[in-house]
């Protein structure tokens, strides 16, 4: 029966006839029911404004207890030789509450031909969001007035109730972009933020870290908000303070950095764009964490003006890439050493076996060029290291097979996060067979394995990845974590060592590396010579289009300038306390650019007494 | 079976512009004394915060647009799609167990892409809904299987509701249906019963209870014991009402609000603003304005003509006094904290917009009667 039959049929039940009855009676008694109710409601505010009124009257005229936030001061931070490269700086601004002021319109126009340095636009920014907002709310201006600004208010202030200049702290970076990509920078609270932060420990602060260590370590670096009683008239203003429970500053932390080293090692990279990354191997310290170009992160601290904003996005050269972690390279002959161990671990070649090299390998027609055109002749496993012999590499790889490159280096964290202490950070690349069959749905090639053994292909790698790999390598397999904030011995966790089968191998590979910089053939001899330790490094050369190709004019450039010059390396050989990794984009060959560089950055942190090691003329184009 | 009797005649329609878009006058105009109200205190209650008045008379605009939409559907159409969403109900509350977001202690919310949306809120139109569709087919008086299986679409629904957890919102709804079931007729007997009942379950309730629910209903009963804890919402909400006296201070002239001493002053508090900007004077207007609309929607559903539309009707009119009642009992300090907005006033959100389609559902059966003549 649907509702419509029914409804055509009540007219004649008896039934629904008494049905309706009964409903009119029940709305009878809904509507005395409500009647009856909101006669108690009115009776109960009766109670209160009417036989109360005296005592609530004196309350709320009584009401002039208010809490006032008192919000932690940041955290400074300092390098690791106790440098404060992280501070903040007093600062003077204004406090703005409408309902107390007289004349909006005449105090905006009076302060603007005030102020000389303040950013025009944010201030009509402000006044458009202030002249809508609460009216009893006080507002602050977003920007720092200058000394002479703040003196030039003094002067007129009394003529404007209800604005008050007001001293404040002001996040500051001295050092400038001096290791920003590391540090990282502070900015305004945006929308998304708001609902993350925690709202009880974010009151009174409109900063909040954006990048970094700014950012990882946020919460140590923040503090706890105190609250302060205090006695207000009606209008609010405070008469007296009660009560306070002080805030809980941020903690100071120092980092690993050696900023000095840091600022010598951006100086060494001069208008280059690339990356040095600088670690203590024993522990995994970050000594220097380069990135370029830089960028000046006190602009963000008050909130950057759109104009430079865009123009840093727009920069071709990308100073917002995080280069280190984010910047993913092909990474070249850099490889070859954590290939040849593999090889002699799994022993699919003998050390000792000599390959001849006429300057090329050939497989299934295709012929695989090695960087010397005439070949490197007769080469064993260490000649090969040395030399950057590709075509003995070419040969050991068909042998090995990609998945026994990818089990020779993922040991050393080559595909996955090094987990420093920076967020974001790419993983990279380590192709193997799973690898292309999961991400590509295609099955593996022979000969993409011939070129992955040089580093090329798919290969991706971060300049973190590589100085990783190459401080494990130093350590003869004890597996540190980059990390930049300075930890405590006993704070450190426990790492883990790669085990070999022959302890020997790792002597052999590194003595390969060592023939590099110090041997009679070795690609990077010329900036061994005259080193006072023993050093071991290996250049690279990534035959690639630039990180930013689309904006990247390659008519303009010398031909071979397309590589990426690559070099790792570590000293002292026998007891390592530095690894390297360089990259410098678009800037040749490994032996050219990133050699010299590197072994700058070591003899500047072992050795600072020594002179500076000359970029070559024409040397070196050994890759 | 006889159909049109010759002693009834259709009646000409009305052409009246507000009947052909089936909108009731006097609900209407009820309606919107309150929204401006409504609008003219956010703006004091806000501070004078214009953006947030500007955004409260949007969705005013939305939720009337909603009501005239469903105006428009005709009280049969809304009968065959009753169950369906009812059922949507349901699973979506199973859902929001399942892959819900947790919000300040309670699982509440689910997520469609940028839209959050509390299938609770649904429910609030959706149960009584339902329980009307449930006893439209009823003999008279109703039998013990429809009543019992009432009851346990009553105990599924905020039983789903309670679990969130979110006890004030489940009671209000399990309220709305036991309304619906006492307009279909429950036995005297069983009322009496059922409220005794209730009166002795309160100990076995206080067991299962959450902390934060404990602590609500404890500072309920002793705001003054926890002054800057709990208890200061119904303090500093108590010193508003009662500082207005009889007069008030005037429109934008709550000091309590201005100077933020009131906690959601444009949302659940709002009442209090009311009360001391315009004292008991203002007050009684505003419950008479309620009385008004409660009114008409009672008389609406005593007009109506069968079983499932006067169970509607006069269900979703009730459910308004009862959120009417709640929200100024809570801030008054009669009624425990339930986090419930006061109906038409308070800053406009997910609770205006199924109001407004409740009122819309009321507009609908109200024009859409067929025109016959007195029996």
Not at chain 1, 525 to 535: A, C, K, N
Not at chain 1, 606 to 619: A, E, G, M, Q
Not at chain 2, 101 to 112: H, M, P, S, V
Not at chain 2, 140 to 158: D, E, K, N
Request: aromatic share 10%; hydrophobic share 40%; with cysteine.
């Amino acid at each position: 029966m649907s509702p419509l039959n029914e409804n055509l049929e009540f007219s004649t039940s008896q039934q629904n006839q008494k049905r309706k009855r009964q409903f009119r009676n029940r709305l009878i008694v809904a509507f005395s029911f409500t009647f009856v109710l909101m006669l108690f409601l009115i009776g109960r505010m009766a109670y209160l404004q009417w036989f109360n009124y005296d005592r609530y009257h004196g309350l709320a005229e009584g009401n002039r207890i208010s809490i006032e936030v008192l919000p932690p001061t940041r955290g400074k931070i300092y390098d690791r030789n106790h440098i404060l490269i992280v501070d903040n700086q007093p600062f003077f601004t204004l406090s703005l509450v409408r309902e107390d002021m007289k004349d909006i319109d005449a105090f905006e126009a009076e302060l603007k031909s005030l102020l000389d340095t303040y950013p025009q636009e944010s201030l009509d920014k402000f006044f458009a969001t202030f002249r809508v907002g609460r009216r009893a709310k006080s507002y602050t201006l977003p920007h720092s007035l200058s000394e002479q600004e703040a003196a030039r208010f003094a002067v007129i202030s009394h003529r404007h109730p209800g604005v008050t200049l007001i001293s404040r702290l002001k996040r500051t970076y001295p050092y400038q972009g001096i290791g920003v990509h590391a540090i990282g920078y502070v900015g305004r609270i945006n929308q998304k933020e708001i609902k993350t932060l925690d709202s009880t420990r974010y009151r009174g602060t409109d900063i909040v870290g954006k990048s970094g260590v700014e950012k990882y370590y946020e919460s140590l670096l923040h503090g706890y908000p105190g609250i302060q009683q205090v006695e207000t008239n009606v209008r609010g203003s405070v008469l007296r303070k009660l009560e306070t429970t002080p805030a809980i500053n941020g903690q100071d932390i120092h980092l690993t950095l050696d900023i000095e080293l840091q600022k010598f090692a951006e100086e060494l990279m001069g208008d280059r764009r690339g990356s040095i990354i600088a670690l203590d191997p024993q522990t995994g310290e970050v000594l220097a964490y380069v990135s370029m170009p830089t960028f000046d992160p006190n602009l963000f601290v008050d909130g950057i003006d759109s104009k430079t904003y865009k123009a840093l996005l727009e920069d071709p050269n990308k100073p917002f890439i995080n280069r280190g972690i984010n910047g993913q390279y092909p990474p070249g002959s850099t490889i070859k050493q954590f290939v040849a161990l593999g090889a002699i671990e799994k022993e699919i070649i003998s050390p000792f076996k000599k390959i001849f090299d006429p300057g090329y390998f050939e497989y299934k027609g295709n012929r695989y060029r090695d960087w010397k055109r005439w070949g490197h002749g007769l080469v064993d496993m260490h000649l090969a290291i040395a030399q950057s012999c590709d075509t003995y590499f070419y040969e050991l790889s068909l042998d090995m097979g990609i998945d026994n490159i990818h089990d020779a280096m993922a040991p050393f964290g080559f595909g996955q996060r090094s987990g420093i202490d920076i967020p974001g950070e790419s993983k990279g690349i380590l192709p193997s067979q799973e690898w292309k069959r999961i991400t590509k749905n295609e099955p593996w090639y022979r000969g993409e394995t011939i070129i992955s053994s040089i580093g090329q292909g798919y290969h991706l790698s971060t300049p973190v990845q590589l100085a990783r790999a190459t401080a494990i390598l130093a350590n003869r397999g004890k597996q540190i974590t980059p990390h930049l904030l300075k930890q405590l011995d006993s704070e450190r966790e426990q790492t883990l060592q790669i085990e070999i089968r022959k302890i020997e191998n790792w002597e052999r590979v590194i003595q390969g590396m060592v023939a590099v910089m110090h041997g009679k053939t070795g690609t990077a001899r010329h900036f061994g010579v005259d080193l006072p330790f023993t050093m071991a490094g290996k250049t690279g050369t990534a035959q690639v289009f630039s990180l930013n190709q689309a904006d990247y004019d390659s008519a303009k450039l010398d031909k071979s300038l397309h590589d990426h010059s690559l070099f790792v390396g570590f000293a002292p050989v026998e007891k390592p306390r530095i690894a390297v990794a360089v990259i410098a984009e678009n800037s040749g060959s490994g032996s050219k650019t990133a050699a010299p560089i590197a072994v700058n950055v070591i003899k500047r942190y072992l050795r600072p007494d020594l002179p500076l090691t000359p970029f070559p003329n024409n040397t070196g184009n050994d890759r | 079976m006889k159909l049109f009797d010759h002693k009834q005649q259709m009646y000409v329609r009305n052409r009246e512009f507000l009947e052909r878009l089936h909108l009731d006058a006097l609900l209407l105009l009820g309606i919107l004394l309150l929204l401006i109200s409504g609008t003219a205190i956010v703006f004091s209650a806000s501070g004078g915060d214009w953006e947030v008045t500007q955004r409260h008379l949007l969705r005013v605009g939305f939720a009337m647009g909603l009501m005239l939409f469903f105006a428009q559907i005709k009280p049969s159409v809304i009968f065959i799609f009753t169950p369906i969403l009812f059922l949507i109900g349901i699973l979506l509350l199973i859902a929001v167990q399942l892959f819900g977001d947790i919000g300040k202690g309670a699982q509440r919310w689910l997520e469609f892409g940028s839209v959050r949306f509390q299938p609770s809120e649904l429910m609030k139109l959706a149960l009584p809904l339902m329980m009307a569709w449930l006893f439209a087919h009823s003999r008279h008086p109703p039998t013990f299987t429809r009543l019992f299986s009432g009851f346990m679409l009553i105990v599924l629904t905020a039983g789903l509701i309670v679990i969130q957890p979110d006890l004030g919102t489940s009671l209000l709804i399990a309220t709305s249906g036991l309304f619906v079931i006492f307009f279909a007729g429950l036995p005297w007997k069983l009322i009496v019963g059922g409220l005794l009942a209730a009166a002795g379950s309160v100990p076995i309730a206080w067991e299962f209870m959450h902390d934060y629910q404990r602590q609500r209903v404890l500072t309920f009963l002793n705001p003054e014991s926890d002054p800057l804890g709990s208890g200061y919402h119904i303090i500093q909400s108590k010193i508003a009402i009662g500082s207005g006296g009889i007069e008030g201070k005037g429109y934008l002239g709550s000091t309590q609000a201005h100077l933020e001493f009131l906690p959601e002053s444009t949302t659940d508090f709002i009442f209090s603003v009311i009360s001391e900007e315009f004292g008991l004077i203002g007050v009684i207007l505003l419950l008479a304005m309620y009385l008004f609309v409660i009114g008409r929607g009672l008389w609406i559903a005593a007009q109506a003509q069968d079983t499932f539309t006067r169970l509607v009707a006069a269900g979703l009119t009730m459910i308004f006094f009862v959120y009417v009642f709640v929200n100024i009992g809570m801030v008054s300090g009669l009624l425990p904290v339930v986090g419930l907005p006061l109906p038409l006033i308070s800053y406009g959100g997910s609770s205006m917009v199924t109001l407004m389609i409740g009122f819309g559902i009321l507009m609908s059966i109200q024009t859409h009667r067929k025109m016959l003549a007195k029996q």
